[in-house]
């Protein structure tokens, strides 16, 4: 089961559109490159993900340049559990590629936005309503943020909200 991460708004944003021309691979399929140990030692140390807890068939990894962005908010064109979660009408995906300078870089952007908002971070292949942690959100920092999307643990829906 998969973990995504949304931003909900009441006005539309100018993001770029899911693309479903990437090239994404699964870990069997990394597993295959000449270089696949590097691949997946960069994995394990860069995503701080546990590489045996992954359905190693379900293809997540993509290859970025070195000067590609540390996370994109994308346009969700999918309806999928956010929509039963969220009843704000523009819906974006929020894609991670390091960690290590995501929330700072989240928290400019977010500032830029000059509206309210809801960070969500869910199930994808579930829809538990009355699990739904809810935050205020009232600084948009990085410490706050972490609370909202954390790092790999996650039990529950949770929603921050920013208005």
Do not use: C
């Not at 996370?71 to 995906?93: C, H, L, M, T, W």
């Amino acid at each position: 089961m998969s973990v995504g991460m949304y931003l909900a708004s009441d006005r539309k944003l100018n993001v770029e559109k899911k693309n479903n021309t990437d090239t994404f691979y699964s870990l069997d399929e990394l597993k295959k490159f000449d270089n696949s140990r590097s691949i997946i030692s960069d994995i394990k140390s860069n995503l701080e993900l546990n590489i045996y807890e992954l359905d190693p068939k379900e293809k997540i990894f993509t290859f970025l340049n070195d000067n590609d962005k540390h996370f994109q908010v994308e346009e969700n064109i999918d309806i999928g559990a956010i929509n039963s979660y969220s009843q704000k009408p523009y819906i974006y995906y929020i894609d991670v590629f390091d960690w290590n300078l995501f929330y700072p870089y989240l928290s400019e952007y977010l500032k830029n936005l000059n509206s309210s908002f809801e960070l969500w971070k869910i199930w994808e292949d579930e829809i538990d309503l009355e699990s739904v942690e809810i935050r205020q959100i009232s600084k948009l920092d990085t410490k706050t943020l972490s609370k909202i999307f954390g790092r790999n643990d996650f039990l529950n829906p949770i929603v921050g909200i920013y208005a």
